[in-house]
């Protein structure tokens, strides 16, 4: 079992920035893909970003999102600059053990986390 636990989130302006930290309790973190997604009130959740051994990314944050990781710490951070009032949601990290193919699905990924509020005002 992996647990998973973000932290960064907050309001800010449109145009202005924030960081979003998840920390995973497993000695092989290194092993997992990372990803982000993102659900506001009656929406599904959305892929944003995973991180295995390669990025990739939603067409709508390509460009101002960057995610990545540091297996020392067993932290996956989501920078988040040009920030939009429509980013505002609640955020989660989520894990899958590494596969051969790059998921962006959320019924791939095995651990999610509690979220973290992002508000976006303009």
């Known amino acids: 079992q992996v647990q998973l636990v973000e932290s960064g989130g907050g309001l800010v302006q449109a145009g202005g920035s924030l960081r979003l930290s998840c920390v995973a309790s497993?000695?092989?973190?290194?092993?997992?893909?990372m990803g982000w997604f993102r659900q506001t009130p009656g929406k599904e959740r959305e892929f944003v970003a995973v991180?295995?051994?390669?990025?990739y990314y939603a067409d709508s944050v390509k460009g101002r999102f960057t995610i990545s990781r540091d297996n020392a710490k067993n932290t996956v951070y989501l920078q988040m600059n040009s920030l939009k009032p429509e980013d505002t949601a609640v955020y989660y990290c989520a894990a899958y053990y590494a596969k051969p193919v790059t998921m962006s699905n959320d019924y791939d990924y095995d651990y999610w986390g509690q979220g973290t509020q992002v508000t976006v005002s303009s």
């Open positions: 991180i295995d051994w390669r990025t």
């Open positions: 497993t000695r092989a973190f290194g092993r997992y893909a």
